[in-house]
């Protein structure tokens, strides 16, 4: 079945194996190993502003964003462990999302730490006030790979089964998305 906005295939196996193996971008060619992706979201109510912005992007103002990680690799074979027949399990991706990007951003205001007018005003919200700094401009485009960086390190395995974070997306609006693989 395909993911929302992937491209996967089914594939029959060679050799008469009833298992049959969900491709990842790019298929198999000449012999590679097929891998599987799967994503996993968290939502959050986040504040930001773009201070160049030509038009009413540049006010404060904020968007319920949804942060989606795309984790790729190989099923686990390992018979009779938790984890057989996944990539990861959902629960642990939730987890860090929701450790590393939810908790940090949500009802919270994105700021660009030169955005100095931006920055008078947060403070007169005082100490208590959820603001997050960032060394860039907060559009969703750099929000996704600043999340891809936040995340990547945590997407781990004990098992051998090329796991990896392949992209993050962010949902800045229904109609507006930005997406960063490395």
């Known amino acids: ?15 008469g194996s009833p298992r049959s193996r969900i491709a990842g971008r790019g298929g198999a060619q ?9 994503r996993r979201w968290v939502e959050t109510d986040t504040g930001h502003r773009v201070p160049n912005h ?4 540049r006010h404060l103002h904020g968007h319920r964003y949804r942060w989606e990680a795309e984790v790729e690799g190989d099923v686990v074979t390992e018979s009779g462990v938790s984890e057989e027949g996944m990539l990861i399990d959902f629960s642990d991706v939730s987890r860090i ?3 590393h990007i939810h908790d940090v ?15 008078s005003a947060l403070a ?6 959820r603001t997050v700094v960032v060394p860039f401009i907060p559009t969703a485009e750099n929000l996704a790979r600043w999340a891809f960086e936040q995340v990547a390190p945590h997407i781990e395995t004990a098992y051998g089964n ?10 800045e609006t229904p109609k507006s998305w930005a997406c960063w693989r490395p």
């Open 1 to 15: 079945m395909p993911l929302e906005g992937g491209s996967c295939a089914v594939r029959e196996p060679v050799g």
């Open 30 to 38: 000449g012999g590679a190993r097929l891998s599987t992706s799967i």
């Open 54 to 57: 030509k038009s009413k992007c």
């Open 97 to 99: 999302l929701t450790e």
């Open 105 to 119: 951003v949500d009802h919270a205001f994105v700021v660009a730490e030169d955005d100095e007018q931006a920055l």
């Open 124 to 129: 007169q919200m005082g100490n208590d006030h």
């Open 162 to 171: 090329r796991l990896r974070l392949a992209a993050f997306h962010v949902r």
